[in-house]
């Protein structure tokens, strides 16, 4: 939801420092629409009818400004994980194509996608296995498919 469109459902404008924090708290209200929520932080907000806006309570700043730290610490969290997937993903190839082992292989399927461990062996310049083979093979088919029907 954007600023205008929050400010149009509540029919109150709001400074742009604290709608960074209403943005937080929507985010968090979980399956609350649009309407429902606007609703309530009208309600909840102080309001300045000599400039028509409102203003934030004390306790809804500060529960936007935890919301919005915990987001970036799970978004910091997520990339760290990614990564370290990453990394484990490209361990257990490399394992995998040294002692022709599946098990290794499927285990960086499992952490990373059938996709990621094609191109990270066509990276690796390791030799491509039945598996991704016929990966590549479905995947080029689709697109020869998506441009019979396309064209």
Do not use: S
Not at 22 to 44: H, P, Q, S, W
Not at 94 to 114: N, P, S
């Amino acid at each position: 939801m954007t600023q205008k469109e929050f400010e149009e459902r509540t029919r109150r404008l709001i400074a742009v420092e604290e709608y960074y924090l209403v943005e937080n708290l929507y985010m968090a209200a979980g399956n609350m629409t649009k309407d429902e929520f606007c609703e309530e932080i009208r309600r909840m907000c102080a309001y300045d009818g000599a400039n028509d806006h409102i203003e934030l309570r004390k306790c809804l700043k500060e529960i936007g400004r935890y919301v919005g730290a915990k987001d970036a610490e799970l978004g910091y969290l997520k990339k760290t994980i990614t990564n370290r997937n990453m990394e484990l993903a490209e361990f257990l190839i490399g394992k995998a194509c040294a002692y022709e082992d599946t098990d290794f292989y499927r285990e960086a399927v499992k952490l990373i996608g059938q996709r990621e461990v094609t191109l990270m062996k066509l990276r690796m310049d390791l030799p491509l296995w039945e598996e991704d083979k016929k990966y590549l093979k479905e995947i080029l088919e689709d697109d020869i498919q998506g441009r019979k029907i396309a064209g």
